[in-house]
């Protein structure tokens, strides 16, 4: 994957990383990034790079990518540390026409922020313009066209404020990582408590006599 970057940190992994699709030449991922795909379900990153164009996508650190997230930057998209993104959210600053003349490529575009820990649920939509602040969580479904402050929860369509988050620190993927050999030495128990109990017999036999546990 890393020629496909402008620039790929170190300690970032990628689950299936042949169901995914990069576009553009301006990409940017920072360390201990996470990309999880899907063979339904391609992880698609598209810096439009056409024309006067250069668009720009620029992932933090400890970001989390989850199955069909589709993120498209005719000018810039950014994504600070730490956030996370839901089954098939999408993120575009652009409307990629224009309103009245249908034949203009891109339209009007506007950059998109996402500051730290920003956590985007599942479908969401986050729209040219916007700037989403630090810890704030997007709802399921929502589609997002207006800025959302920190520290709050906006859901629905078009996206509007439910709540307050409560004050306090706040636990985030940075933490997670924060001793890589210890993390990697306990993936690595894990996979043996999980396939422990793996052997060519139970192989063949989940091939041959399927039941509900093969």
């Given amino acids: 994957m890393k020629p496909q970057f402008k620039h790929l940190g170190k300690g ?26 899907a063979p339904d379900d391609y992880i698609q990153m598209t810096g439009w790079d056409a024309g006067d164009w250069a668009g720009e996508i620029n992932i933090g650190h400890y970001v989390l990518i989850s199955p069909g997230v589709r993120i498209m930057a005719a000018l810039k998209v950014s994504i600070d540390d730490a956030c996370m993104f839901g089954h098939g959210a999408c993120i575009t600053d652009a409307d ?39 810890n704030s969580i997007i709802g399921a479904r929502s589609v997002v066209t207006r800025d959302v402050p920190a520290n709050c929860i906006y859901a629905g369509n078009p996206a509007s404020f439910i709540r307050n988050l409560d004050e306090g620190e706040f636990i985030t993927r940075k933490d997670f990582f924060k001793d890589p050999a210890k993390l990697a030495h306990d993936f690595d128990l894990l996979d043996r408590h999980i396939l422990g109990k793996n052997t060519l017999w139970s192989w063949i036999k989940s091939i041959i006599w399927r039941d509900k546990t093969h």
């Avoid at 299936?16 to 301006?26: D, E, T």
């Avoid at 891109?106 to 700037?131: F, Q, R, S, Y």
Wanted: charged share 20%; net charge neutral; aromatic share 14%.
């Fill in 12 to 37: 970032s992994v990628f689950f299936k990383p042949q169901y995914m699709k990069l576009f553009g030449s301006n990409i940017s991922v920072g360390d201990f990034a996470t990309f999880i795909a």
């Fill in 96 to 134: 990629w026409h224009g309103i009245y003349d249908r034949t203009k490529v891109v339209g009007e575009p506007k950059p998109v922020m996402l500051e730290k820990n920003v956590w985007v649920g599942e479908d969401a939509m986050i729209c040219k313009g916007v700037t989403i602040g630090e």
